[in-house]
């Protein structure tokens, strides 16, 4: 059963861009988008190998034609680990999609972070 | 059955060099070994198998003991020849004498080996070492003959042939409807890279056993990081005669690359293990003695594609060619038709000009 959980402070959250917090028996990253500002909350275990996946870069994707790159819309989380990307709304691993990272609603009240989990 | 790689050898200088360009025929009959480069190590009784095949008497791979020898005794549909020392030409320090010597064996081979015969299906030489050269040399011979079914590169290279600078070679290939087969020779040879990976080999056994794979790998590893399938959707690539029980370890190892590096091959949307499905082919020999574990061997090329991505091929007159009874013989049964024939086919379509019941 889910429930809410207040899980940090949104100036925290903004402050460092990020904050790893402990709900229940799993670690969550709560993370701030830098393409729209708004908040991401994924499990802090990558499914490759259980790295700790929200300690990773938000990136710009890159994508092109053989011999010319260019970039994706948005940003995508790496791995710190092996570098797999995974997309910040659904979870999914882009370089092997047959791999999901658990994702978390966000939601801000009176200055706190509460993720559903 | 189609044999995907029978070797053929100039025995008569003179017969081939009155192919040449008559401005450069003096240079080419100067020189041993016609100007091609030699490995710094031989085999140690002889690469060509002239004691062990049936017949003496005429040099190893001459038209009629291929005829009667790869041909007649498997009951071979076609044979693919390729070049034997000439594939090297793609090695020689002047481009200007590969391209004479690529075009001159283009036409001996149309007028002394597919016109004699009706079997026997040509590779197109051309001086890779000069790709836009090298794609004229591709699109004259292919103009002039419908035999001629791909273009033969030889493993040894200066780069990888995913290289930008080859795409001239591969686009020319495509548009004259030619596949391209990348046969193992001439590593560490001429203006070649060592093979291997590591310097130069001291022994013959160590090219055969490392130089002969790795440059193998090396290519198939390039042509899909660079994207020449997604270039050319309709290429497909053959690789002999480097082995393939590397292969499965070699796509985990890339797929799993692909996944962390991807950035720097962002044009890379599927895994390199699938496009090496759909875009390349394997020559079985030498299929590796696995002493006693055939159906592990079998398993793991399954994993990698097999037996889709696997042709016979016998690799006729060398001294480590397999037998197409052998090669039969431990095959799973239900590859058989595949790997003797059907891929081949596939590979090849139209351009083989099989009669289909």
């Not at chain 1, 490759?48 to 300690?55: A, E, I, Q």
């Not at chain 2, 070994?33 to 095949?53: I, K, Q, R, T, V």
């Not at chain 2, 193992?184 to 794979?213: L, N, Q």
Request: hydrophobic share 40%.
């Amino acid at each position: 059963m889910r429930e809410w959980h207040d899980v940090a402070s949104l100036e925290h959250v903004i402050r460092d861009g990020r904050a790893i917090v402990r709900v229940g028996g799993r670690e969550i990253g709560v993370l701030v988008d830098p393409s729209d500002g708004s908040l991401k909350a994924l499990r802090n275990r990558c499914p490759h190998v259980g790295s700790p996946l929200c300690r990773g870069t938000l990136r710009t994707r890159e994508s092109g034609t053989p011999g010319a790159y260019s970039l994706e819309e948005g940003k995508v989380l790496r791995c710190p680990h092996h570098g797999w990307e995974f997309d910040l709304v659904s979870g999914v691993c882009l370089d092997d999609p047959g791999m999901r990272v658990a994702v978390y609603e966000v939601k801000v009240l009176g200055g706190r972070v509460h993720v559903l989990a | 059955m189609i044999d995907c790689d029978i070797h053929h050898v100039i025995a008569d200088q003179a017969d081939f060099l009155s192919y040449m360009d008559p401005a450069q025929r003096e240079w080419f009959q100067t020189r041993g070994d016609l100007g091609l480069p030699g490995y710094p190590w031989s085999h140690p009784f002889g690469f060509a198998n002239d004691e062990g095949l049936l017949e003496p008497g005429y040099a190893p791979g001459a038209l009629e003991r291929i005829s009667r020898e790869a041909l007649d005794a498997y009951g071979a549909d076609v044979g693919i020849l390729h070049a034997n020392d000439a594939s090297t030409v793609s090695l020689m320090a002047s481009p200007y004498r590969a391209a004479a010597f690529a075009r001159a064996h283009n036409d001996w081979v149309r007028e002394q080996w597919l016109d004699g015969e009706p079997r026997l299906r040509g590779s197109i030489l051309c001086p890779a070492q000069d790709p836009l050269a090298a794609a004229r040399e591709i699109q004259r011979a292919a103009a002039t003959d419908d035999r001629f079914v791909e273009v033969l590169l030889c493993a040894g290279s200066e780069r990888p042939y995913g290289e930008p600078r080859y795409l001239p070679i591969f686009e020319a290939a495509a548009e004259c409807g030619l596949q391209v087969a990348i046969h193992t020779s001439g590593e560490g040879m001429g203006i070649a890279a060592p093979g291997g990976g590591a310097g130069a080999h001291t022994f013959y056994i160590e090219w055969h056993t490392v130089g002969s794979a790795t440059s193998v790998m090396s290519h198939l590893v390039s042509l899909i990081c660079n994207g020449i399938f997604e270039r050319l959707p309709t290429l497909k690539v053959m690789l002999l005669e480097g082995g393939v029980a590397w292969l499965p370890g070699l796509l985990w190892r890339l797929d799993t690359n692909w996944r962390g590096l991807r950035a720097e091959v962002p044009w890379l949307e599927r895994r390199p293990s699938e496009i090496m499905r759909d875009h390349v082919r394997f020559s079985t020999q030498p299929l590796e003695h696995t002493d006693g574990h055939d159906s592990l061997l079998f398993e793991m090329l399954e994993a990698a594609g097999a037996p889709d991505i696997l042709c016979f091929a016998s690799d006729y007159p060398h001294w480590d060619w397999d037998d197409p009874k052998f090669v039969i013989n431990r095959l799973p049964k239900a590859w058989r038709a595949k790997v003797m024939h059907e891929n081949a086919a596939a590979f090849y379509g139209d351009k083989l000009g099989l009669v289909t019941a």
